[in-house]
């Protein structure tokens, strides 16, 4: 069981029925919910799609009941900065009070099982590495790094991470703990820096890049990413966490100027112009964190993970995807995606 119709929790998805999971998939379909996501799975036996709320207690209860999970997977989440600075009463929400909500109910689902069953069953928290907070010029995260948010949204999901720990040390939960560096690739929503920097580069708009643009993040292809969470739910050892990071450090003007390139290459503007003198540096963002870097050697060391795509591999073919899909794009652009949707379960 577990949830998306967005980027993480979708790409998942498609990643896992396509291997012949059975999937159950809640999904509340807020703004960044996207069902053309997985158009692909129509009619699929292998996924099951509900609409409907972490927090419904009454729905979580008659679903695990229902189909009875081998395992639940947790990516419900408010995720964009931006829109947590705004509002973070939402973020509180769904990221602390919705996350209770389902600990609750697996709990109790859980505590029904037969032994055998009991024992195999896993609880994933999908988490970010935003909950360390902010690294200077050196260093990366680590799993015993201290825990330092810096913005509503960091700190609804560093409440989230306690939780998740607290149910397992509480209750005896089986639970395991991702958090992951800034993921990138098809299907994601374009608020974030890559898929609105490709979006308003095709359009010929000025592209935005907060501060000075030297802000550094650490790099990680989707695919990669949903590996490393298979990989944690199979093997991982119960009640830890592990750090999934892409080993890709990019200042953000560069991963900018690296889109304009590749733009440039594939589809040039009509007048000539290079895209980067689209670039538009713009007031920073409050409280903006200047460095993240993970250090994923414990989720290698122990599970045999690793990044398979580098950034220049994983950039380019993100271009790709988006202007091969434009009418996904567009869709999401003009918000027509949202006038279809299913009904509540």
Not at 227 to 248: H, K, M, P, Q
Request: with cysteine; proline share 5%.
């Amino acid at each position: 069981m577990t949830g998306g119709a967005g980027f993480i929790g979708g790409n998942f998805v498609l990643d896992a029925v396509r291997k012949g999971v059975e999937v159950v998939n809640l999904d509340a379909l807020t703004y960044a919910g996207n069902l053309d996501t997985l158009s692909s799975l129509d009619g699929n036996p292998n996924h099951v799609f509900i609409q409907g709320d972490i927090g419904d207690a009454a729905l979580l209860k008659r679903l695990l009941a229902e189909h009875r999970p081998e395992a639940v997977v947790n990516f419900a989440a408010e995720s964009h900065v931006d829109r947590s600075i705004e509002g973070p009463a939402a973020f509180v929400q769904t990221n602390v009070v919705g996350t209770l909500s389902l600990l609750e109910q697996v709990r109790d689902y859980w505590k029904q099982l037969d032994a055998p069953a009991r024992d195999a069953f896993r609880f994933l928290h999908v988490s970010t590495d935003e909950v360390y907070g902010s690294l200077g010029d050196t260093g990366k995260f680590t799993e015993t790094t201290p825990y330092a948010p810096n913005s509503p949204y960091s700190a609804s999901k560093a409440a989230s991470d306690h939780l998740v720990r607290a149910f397992h040390h509480t209750y005896g939960l089986p639970v395991l703990t991702t958090n992951c560096s800034n993921n990138y690739g098809p299907f994601q929503f374009p608020e974030k820096l890559i898929p609105l920097i490709i979006a308003k580069a095709l359009a010929g708009e000025p592209l935005p890049v907060y501060g000075d643009g030297l802000n550094v993040r650490d790099w990680l292809f989707v695919g990669d990413h949903c590996a490393a969470i298979s990989r944690v739910l199979e093997t991982g050892r119960i009640g830890e966490t592990y750090n999934v990071g892409g080993d890709a450090e990019r200042a953000n003007i560069v991963v900018v100027k690296t889109i304009c390139a590749l733009l440039d290459a594939r589809r040039p503007l009509a007048d000539g112009r290079a895209r980067e003198s689209l670039i538009a540096y713009v007031a920073d963002r409050p409280g903006h964190d200047r460095r993240y870097a993970i250090d994923a050697d414990k989720l290698k060391d122990e599970l045999g993970w690793a990044p398979t795509v580098t950034f220049e591999e994983g950039i380019a073919r993100t271009v790709d995807w988006y202007l091969g899909n434009q009418a996904w794009v567009q869709r999401v652009l003009d918000g027509s995606y949202r006038l279809e949707r299913i009904g509540q379960a």
